[in-house]
């Protein structure tokens, strides 16, 4: 059973929705971001960079245990060991690999500092809500280009591109202002996606997840909300 670390964000949906397609079981461990679990000397033995998602699969290569991080390289290590949602070879290998490379260097980090500084900032950040905001709407265009043109994002078929990058398109649109019907290339595909059982399965543990940490947050003090961002008495000088 592979033992999933997690919180209620995009990048440990994507790693549920790859769980649910290969049908594998699984263990979750909430972690709570907010009382800085992900900063204690266990999790920093999974993970030195103190985030989440990680796996830990007990019958890695060889037999033996192996940890990954990295929402991206944990649906690569998946599909590769399991043999699906990711060609051998090919066209279709590349551009999956292309598209899971923009999810994780353009639409993660960009919705994610728009979420940021549009939610978490103190006031006086017009300028970056403003530039982050623009930028996911930037992006949801170079969406629609691609799936206007494509039934999925990389190969013919649906891979583990999609599965990165759907949670994200499919929950951020209206927080930043853009309307999918004028994007219909990406109005289908997410709703393809959503129409997926295991999508239906993935998101039976959402809820509680984004509750554990809606409720986490509510109870934080402001020094435990400083830390997880890295501000106040705890930004680095």
Not at 193 to 200: E, F, N
Request: glycine share 8%; charged share 25%.
């Amino acid at each position: 059973m592979i033992d999933l670390y997690a919180i209620g964000s995009p990048n440990v949906l994507k790693v549920l929705l790859l769980l649910e397609e290969l049908e594998l079981a699984y263990r979750l461990h909430r972690i709570d971001i907010f009382g800085a679990d992900q900063f204690t000397p266990e999790f920093r033995a999974l993970n030195p960079n103190c985030k989440v998602p990680v796996i830990v699969d007990p019958d890695g290569p060889g037999g033996r245990s192996i940890t990954v991080t990295e929402s991206g390289a944990i649906l690569f290590y998946l599909a590769e060991k399991f043999g699906r949602f990711l060609e051998k070879e090919g066209p279709g290998r590349t551009a999956t690999m292309q598209w899971l490379m923009f999810q994780m260097g353009s639409v993660g980090p960009m919705f994610g500092q728009s979420n940021h500084f549009r939610l978490s900032a103190p006031p006086g950040h017009d300028y970056a809500v403003s530039r982050y905001v623009t930028e996911v709407r930037r992006l949801y265009d170079v969406l629609e280009v691609r799936l206007s043109n494509a039934e999925w994002l990389g190969s013919e078929s649906y891979s583990i591109a999609d599965m990165a990058t759907w949670p994200w398109a499919a929950f951020y649109a209206d927080q930043n202002g853009v309307d999918l019907d004028t994007l219909p290339g990406v109005k289908r595909w997410v709703a393809a996606v959503d129409a997926r059982p295991a999508t239906a399965r993935a998101r039976l543990d959402w809820p509680a997840l984004q509750a554990f940490g809606l409720e986490r947050r509510a109870q934080a003090d402001p020094d435990d909300v400083d830390k997880l961002f890295g501000r106040g008495r705890h930004a680095r000088p």
